[in-house]
């Protein structure tokens, strides 16, 4: 039987942690309490509580395409039909509320995993990446916990915009409980791989706040931001979700995810979004010309964000998402901003799937594998709303 272990180190059976179900493919990862969470499930309460996935499922295409991150790898288990029947398992053994996925080509997503997903009762939205790209995000929401109220499909390329080259996209939907009168916001997205291209991660990652901010705006609501970021931990852009402001100027391009250890040679011109955006350096969408040109060497954001995942396991060991030929990394999270507004419902964490540890992940060798069928591992989390 797996145990949920919380921060003290006690143990308390799975059985007692509601709308989250043990799967087999992740029988050496542990589901960790928050202290929130063990008093939660020791007294449960009516307020309303969900739970949230993230993964990026490996797109088939981006597999073919970089072929040499899975050079070890036993080729059977990179095949679709291999992986499809796999991810579906981990995907609905889990069973989240709310269900966020990276990299889901449109063919494969189109054929048969938007059946399988709304066939398990989700609502579902889906964005294809622009220009000659073939996969996407998709948010799937429970019809019977959530409605979407409204939504946004956020695309970040912009012809003749250097920082806004690459063909990433994000969604964000407001959503409204069933069984209350709670509403939250979720936002998706896969910001762009390239290493060096900071300045491009920065501005998509502003563009999506600003959207954020637009569709929340005057609702008051809590807020959830997931995904693949391709950053590190403490990187630049890290700091700059979590602390709500970044000196982007005093920064090259090379350094601002963390992803890359020298070699810093580009700097991040100001500004960084041109006024044709209509976004401010507060990361607001506005139509106010004089606040969209009067421009800084910083950016900033009010969410007040906070990281589900502690990125450090409990003897001090890495947290990895992303193990290939490439290397391990950390470049999923999931954020939460409990009360960006400083009024309105709360949003607590219970509890989250514990990440592994840069030494496990170096004994598994290269993903996709038997056992694991994306080279991500997804990460999920449950909350309830206080309010």
């Given at each position: 039987m797996?145990?949920?272990?919380c921060?003290?180190?006690?143990l308390?059976?799975?059985?007692?942690?509601?709308?989250?179900?043990y799967?087999?493919?992740m029988?050496?990862?542990?589901l960790e309490?928050?202290?929130?969470g063990?008093?939660f499930?020791k007294s449960?309460?009516?307020k309303?509580h969900?739970?949230?996935?993230t993964?990026n499922?490996?797109?088939q295409?981006?597999?073919?395409d970089?072929?040499?991150?899975?050079?070890?790898?036993?080729?059977?288990?990179?095949?679709w039909?291999?992986r499809?029947?796999k991810l579906?398992?981990?995907?609905?053994?889990?069973?989240?509320?709310?269900?966020?996925?990276q990299?889901?080509?449109k063919?494969h997503?189109?054929?048969?995993?938007e059946?399988s997903?709304t066939?398990?009762n989700?609502?579902v939205l889906y964005?294809?990446?622009?220009?000659?790209?073939?996969?996407?995000?998709?948010?799937?929401?429970?019809?019977?916990?959530?409605?979407?109220?409204?939504?946004?499909?956020?695309?970040?390329?912009?012809?003749?915009v250097w920082?806004?080259?690459?063909h990433n996209?994000?969604?964000?939907?407001?959503?409204?409980?069933?069984n209350?009168?709670?509403?939250?916001?979720?936002?998706?997205?896969?910001?762009?791989?390239?290493?060096?291209?900071?300045?491009?991660k920065?501005?998509?990652?502003?563009?999506?706040?600003?959207e954020i901010e637009y569709?929340?705006?005057?609702?008051?609501?809590?807020?959830l931001?997931?995904?693949d970021?391709?950053?590190?931990p403490?990187?630049p852009?890290?700091?700059?979700?979590?602390?709500g402001?970044?000196?982007?100027a005093a920064f090259k391009c090379?350094?601002?995810?963390?992803?890359?250890?020298?070699?810093f040679?580009?700097?991040?011109?100001?500004?960084?979004?041109?006024?044709?955006?209509?976004i401010t350096?507060?990361?607001?969408?506005s139509t106010?010309?004089e606040?969209v040109?009067?421009?800084?060497?910083?950016?900033?954001?009010?969410?007040?964000?906070?990281s589900v995942?502690?990125?450090?396991?409990?003897?001090?060991?890495?947290?990895?998402s992303?193990?290939h030929?490439?290397?391990?990394?950390?470049v999923?999270?999931?954020?939460y901003?409990?009360?960006?507004?400083?009024?309105?419902p709360?949003l607590?964490?219970l509890g989250?799937?514990?990440l592994?540890?840069?030494?496990?992940t170096?004994?598994?060798?290269?993903l996709p594998?038997?056992q694991?069928?994306?080279?991500?591992f997804?990460?999920?989390?449950?909350?309830f709303?206080?309010?």
């Amino acid at each position: 039987m797996l145990f949920f272990r919380c921060s003290c180190h006690r143990l308390v059976s799975i059985r007692q942690l509601v709308k989250m179900t043990y799967s087999p493919v992740m029988k050496d990862r542990l589901l960790e309490y928050s202290p929130e969470g063990l008093n939660f499930y020791k007294s449960p309460t009516a307020k309303t509580h969900f739970s949230l996935m993230t993964y990026n499922i490996l797109s088939q295409q981006l597999l073919y395409d970089n072929r040499y991150l899975y050079f070890s790898a036993n080729s059977e288990h990179l095949e679709w039909s291999v992986r499809k029947p796999k991810l579906l398992h981990e995907i609905f053994s889990y069973n989240p509320d709310i269900l966020c996925l990276q990299e889901v080509e449109k063919a494969h997503f189109m054929e048969d995993l938007e059946a399988s997903i709304t066939d398990r009762n989700y609502e579902v939205l889906y964005c294809g990446r622009t220009g000659d790209k073939v996969d996407g995000c998709a948010l799937c929401v429970k019809r019977s916990m959530f409605k979407i109220v409204k939504h946004r499909k956020v695309e970040y390329f912009r012809e003749g915009v250097w920082q806004l080259k690459g063909h990433n996209v994000g969604i964000i939907a407001l959503l409204s409980s069933i069984n209350g009168n709670e509403e939250i916001c979720v936002a998706t997205t896969h910001i762009l791989f390239n290493k060096r291209r900071g300045e491009v991660k920065l501005a998509q990652i502003c563009m999506l706040l600003s959207e954020i901010e637009y569709i929340v705006r005057g609702n008051n609501c809590p807020v959830l931001l997931c995904g693949d970021f391709n950053m590190f931990p403490e990187s630049p852009l890290y700091r700059f979700i979590i602390n709500g402001k970044l000196e982007y100027a005093a920064f090259k391009c090379e350094e601002l995810s963390g992803q890359l250890s020298d070699d810093f040679k580009r700097p991040v011109f100001c500004p960084l979004l041109p006024p044709m955006l209509n976004i401010t350096d507060e990361c607001v969408l506005s139509t106010n010309i004089e606040l969209v040109k009067s421009f800084s060497n910083q950016v900033q954001h009010h969410f007040k964000f906070r990281s589900v995942y502690p990125h450090r396991t409990a003897d001090n060991d890495y947290e990895i998402s992303t193990r290939h030929d490439g290397g391990n990394e950390n470049v999923d999270y999931i954020f939460y901003a409990p009360h960006p507004f400083n009024r309105g419902p709360s949003l607590i964490p219970l509890g989250r799937l514990q990440l592994p540890s840069k030494t496990r992940t170096t004994q598994m060798g290269c993903l996709p594998n038997k056992q694991f069928p994306s080279d991500h591992f997804l990460l999920i989390s449950t909350f309830f709303i206080d309010s």
